[in-house]
C-alpha cells in the first residue's frame, strides 16, 4: 500500500482516541457505578475500543517509513498499550478472573472475535533485532562451550575380566531368546484361536449380489463427497474467496507475496530512512551552530549587559550572576519576562492583599473547624458519601494526549506533496536543533558576562576608592591654607602688641 494509505489510517487512529479522551473526560463516565454489570460492560466497550486503535497503530507503525512520524507514533502506541493494561486490570476486579466474554458487547459493536485479538507488536523484535542477535550469539557460544567442556571430559573405563563380560553377554542373549520365544508361541495360541472360532460360526452365507451392492454404495457415496468437494472449490475460486491451484499463495506472482514483498521492501526504506535522519541530526546541527552562532552569542550578551545596566539604573548596584543551577542567563530572561507584570500589581495592591491575606486566613479556619464538625456528624450517621465503581485516574493518558497534540499541531495538516519519499523534514530537525545550540552557546556566554560583570564590580570599586583618597586629600590642603592665614594674623598682632 501507498504512504496516503498509512497516513490516512494513522488519521482515523487518532480521531478514534480523541472520541475516546472525550468520552473518559465526561461527567458521566466519572460518576460511580453501583451496578457491577455495567461498570464492566462500559470498561469493556472502552477497552474494545483502544484494541481497534491499538491494531491500526501498530499496522501503521509497521509500515510508515518517515523516522519522525514513526517517534510520534511510537509514543501514542507506546500509551495505548498502557492504557490497555489499565482496563484490563479495572475489568480484573470487577469479575475477579482473567478471562472475559464480550459476547453481548460484540454483537452490539457488530465485530467478531478476530476484531478484538491483540497482535504481539512487530517492532518488539524489529527495533531489537541487534540485541536479540547478540543474545542468540552469546547462548549458542555458552552451550558450545558447555559441551565442548563435557565431551573434553574423560570417562571413568569400568575394569572388567573376561568371563564377567562373557557372562553378561549370555545372559542378555539368552532373554532376547526367551522374548522371541515367548512372541512366538503368543502369536501361534491366537491363530488356534482363530481357527476355533471359524470352525464354530460355519462359512459365511452372504449372497454375492448383496455384497456387491454393499460395495458399490460404499464406492458412489466416496466419489459423490469428492466431486461436491470438487465444486465447492470451483466455487469459492470464482467468487474470489479462495486462490486457485494455478496459482498457490508461496508464488511470486500471487497477491499475498506481492504484500509481503512490499512490506519487507518498506521495512528496509525505515532502517535506510533512519540512517539518514540520525547523520542529519549530527549534520545540521553543526551548520546551524557554524551559521547562527556568533549572531546568537551577540544578542545573548547584548541582552544580559543590557539587563546590567537596567538593574544598575533601578538599584545604584550591579546585580549578582545566577549559578548554574539556578539555570544561568535562563533564569534571568524568565524573571524578566514572566514576572515583571505580577511585580507590578503585587507593588499597587500590597496593602490591600495584606488585609485580605489577614481575613482569608481567618475564612480558612473557620471552614476548617466546620468542616471537622460535618465530618463529625458524617461518621456518627453513617456517611453520605457516593458507593461504587470509579475507574482509576491512569497514568498514560498525558502521555496520549501530548502526543496527541503534537499530532493536531505538526502532521495532521502538514503539507507534504514535495516529500513523496517520505524522507526526514529537515525545518523540524532545525527548530529541535536551534534550542540545543541555543542552550550549549548560553553556557560559553555565562562564563564570559560573569567574568565581564566581576571586571565591572571591580572597576567601580576603584574608582570609588580613588574618589575618596582624592577627597581626603582636599580637605587637608584646605584646613592647612586656613591655619596659615590665622597664624599670620595673630603674629601681626602680637607684633603690634609688642611695638
Request: net charge positive.
Amino acid at each position: 500500500m501507498s504512504h496516503s494509505t498509512y497516513n490516512i489510517q494513522w488519521n482515523e487512529a487518532q480521531n478514534h482516541i480523541k472520541e475516546l479522551l472525550e468520552y473518559e473526560a465526561a461527567p458521566e463516565t466519572q460518576k460511580p457505578e453501583t451496578d457491577r454489570v455495567s461498570a464492566f460492560q462500559t470498561a469493556a466497550v472502552i477497552y474494545i475500543k483502544y484494541i481497534q486503535v491499538f491494531r491500526k497503530l501498530e499496522e501503521c507503525y509497521y509500515q510508515i517509513v518517515h523516522p519522525q512520524k514513526r517517534i510520534v507514533l511510537k509514543h501514542v502506541l507506546d500509551g495505548t498499550m498502557g492504557r490497555l493494561l489499565e482496563l484490563k486490570n479495572e475489568m480484573v476486579n470487577l469479575e475477579f478472573s482473567e478471562y472475559h466474554f464480550f459476547d453481548d458487547v460484540l454483537s452490539d459493536m457488530k465485530l467478531t472475535p478476530a476484531d478484538i485479538e491483540i497482535p504481539v507488536p512487530r517492532y518488539f523484535t524489529q527495533d531489537n533485532e541487534k540485541d536479540i542477535k547478540d543474545r542468540m550469539k552469546l547462548m549458542a557460544e555458552t552451550l558450545a562451550k558447555y559441551r565442548l567442556d563435557e565431551t573434553s571430559d574423560k570417562k571413568e573405563e569400568i575394569k572388567m575380566s573376561l568371563e564377567e563380560a562373557i557372562k553378561i553377554i549370555q545372559v542378555h542373549e539368552r532373554a532376547r531368546q526367551g522374548c522371541l520365544r515367548a512372541k512366538f508361541m503368543r502369536e501361534i495360541r491366537a491363530q488356534e484361536e482363530r481357527e476355533k472360532m471359524l470352525a464354530m460360526q460355519g462359512a459365511s452365507t452372504m449372497d454375492p449380489d448383496v455384497a456387491s451392492t454393499i460395495i458399490q454404495k460404499v464406492w458412489k457415496g466416496y466419489s459423490q463427497r469428492n466431486k461436491t468437494l470438487k465444486l465447492r472449490e470451483e466455487e469459492l475460486i470464482f467468487i474470489g474467496m479462495q486462490p486457485s491451484s494455478d496459482t498457490p499463495t508461496h508464488h511470486k506472482d500471487s497477491p499475498v507475496s506481492k504484500v509481503s514483498k512490499r512490506e519487507e521492501e518498506r521495512v528496509l526504506i525505515q532502517a535506510q530512512h533512519e540512517r539518514e535522519y540520525q547523520d542529519a541530526l549530527v549534520n545540521i546541527k553543526e551548520k546551524i551552530r557554524e551559521a547562527e552562532g556568533p549572531d546568537i552569542k551577540e544578542n545573548m550578551q547584548d541582552q544580559i549587559r543590557q539587563w546590567f545596566i537596567e538593574t544598575r539604573d533601578a538599584t545604584g548596584k550591579f546585580p549578582d550572576y545566577p549559578s548554574d543551577d539556578e539555570g544561568g542567563s535562563a533564569a534571568i530572561f524568565k524573571t524578566k519576562n514572566g514576572e515583571g507584570g505580577e511585580e507590578g500589581a503585587e507593588g499597587e495592591g500590597g496593602k490591600k492583599k495584606g488585609k485580605k491575606g489577614k481575613k482569608k486566613k481567618g475564612e480558612k479556619k473557620e471552614k476548617k473547624k466546620k468542616g471537622k464538625k460535618k465530618g463529625g456528624k458524617g461518621k456518627e450517621g453513617g456517611g453520605d458519601d457516593e458507593e461504587g465503581f470509579k475507574m482509576v485516574p491512569s497514568m498514560f493518558i498525558p502521555g496520549i494526549e501530548e502526543a496527541s497534540s503534537t499530532y493536531e499541531d505538526i502532521w495532521k495538516h502538514r503539507d507534504e506533496t514535495e516529500n513523496f519519499q517520505q524522507k526526514y523534514d529537515a525545518e523540524l530537525i532545525k527548530e529541535l536543533k536551534r534550542g540545543e545550540v541555543e542552550s550549549e552557546i548560553r553556557v560559553q556566554v555565562d562564563d564570559l558576562m560573569r567574568q565581564e560583570l566581576k571586571n565591572l564590580k571591580a572597576a567601580i570599586e576603584r574608582d570609588k576608592g580613588k574618589k575618596g583618597k582624592k577627597g581626603k586629600k582636599s580637605g587637608k590642603k584646605k584646613g592647612g591654607k586656613k591655619k596659615d592665614k590665622k597664624g599670620g594674623k595673630k603674629g601681626k598682632k602680637r607684633q603690634g602688641f609688642d611695638t
